[in-house]
């Protein structure tokens, strides 16, 4: 419509003002397809899937199961960086480059971390391998990055395998699918709604509430959890000796010299 209003201001410069006013009207926005949430079992049937015995099965398996563990956007997970890896510590972790170039680094607990590691002996032995990514695709003869496409087509594969032993298992499943499902798993576990938007690399807690389709009820849970887990830190905090004194002087019980 305002191509066509364009061209009628350029023959004719009373339609001028039309078009001026069209230019100011904003584009409708496009609703954003809901995306389908995967149950704890559907999760545990699509891991129990691939092949882990052969190479490519192994790979598969370590990539669903990055996805869902970390909850990582899938271009984050495909970009890392055998360099972002911090397995053999305390805390092991990745470090993933999200939107805006921003790190952030995302916990692996026991089971990640030790798939993760056997995956790194098994294709990744070399020391000079810093720079390589952690996924790759063999074509030809060579490996070349994984694209999401790959991961998307490869996880319908498992998908349907997976919808005969299980019904929560949606045939057209795709990596988003693993983000949404441990962030709302994470929920309902009771993780405070801050913690998930970090992990999420979210800019702020209000995106978690859209993204997780919180309803009212639920949003007035995760943010009691949220001011619960603030209380009990104030309250640690006055348990202190310190902490005594200072809310003393504040109160006025106590002189300052």
């Known amino acids: 419509m ?3 209003l ?3 201001s350029f023959r004719d410069i009373s339609y001028m003002s039309v078009f001026l006013q069209a230019e100011n009207v904003p584009n409708e926005k496009n609703s954003k397809r809901k995306v389908i949430g995967l149950s704890k ?3 545990d049937v699509l891991l129990s899937m691939p092949n882990q015995g052969s190479t490519i099965g192994f790979r598969d398996y370590t990539l669903m199961l990055l996805l869902y563990s970390t909850a990582v956007r899938i271009n984050e997970l495909l970009t890392l960086k055998i360099s972002n890896i911090v397995i053999d510590c305390v805390k092991p972790h990745i470090i993933v480059i999200g939107k805006g170039r921003k790190k952030r680094p995302i916990p692996l607990l026991a089971k990640p971390a030790q798939c993760l590691k056997r995956y790194l002996i098994k294709y990744h032995p070399k ?5 390589a990514l952690l996924f790759c695709s063999k074509s030809k003869g060579i490996y070349v990055p994984m694209s999401a496409e790959n991961v998307n087509k490869m996880l319908k594969k498992y ?8 019904q929560d298992v949606p045939m057209d499943l795709h990596a988003h699918q693993f983000r ?6 994470w929920l309902e576990n009771g993780m405070n709604i801050a913690q998930i938007s970090y992990l999420l690399g979210h800019e702020s807690i209000q995106t978690t509430m859209v993204y997780l389709d919180i ?9 009691e959890t949220l001011e619960g887990e ?6 640690k905090k006055w348990k202190t000796e310190e902490g005594k004194a200072n809310l003393e002087i504040l109160l006025g019980l106590t002189k300052t010299n």
């Open 215 to 223: 309803t009212t009820k639920q949003e007035e849970k995760a943010l």
């Open 230 to 235: 603030n209380q009990k830190k104030m309250r």
């Open 180 to 185: 949404h499902a441990k962030a709302s798993h």
């Open 41 to 43: 079992q559907a999760v």
């Open 159 to 166: 998908a349907t395998m997976a919808h005969e032993r299980c």
């Open 127 to 131: 020391q000079n391998d810093a720079n």
């Open 2 to 4: 305002r191509v066509f």
């Open 6 to 8: 364009k061209y009628l």
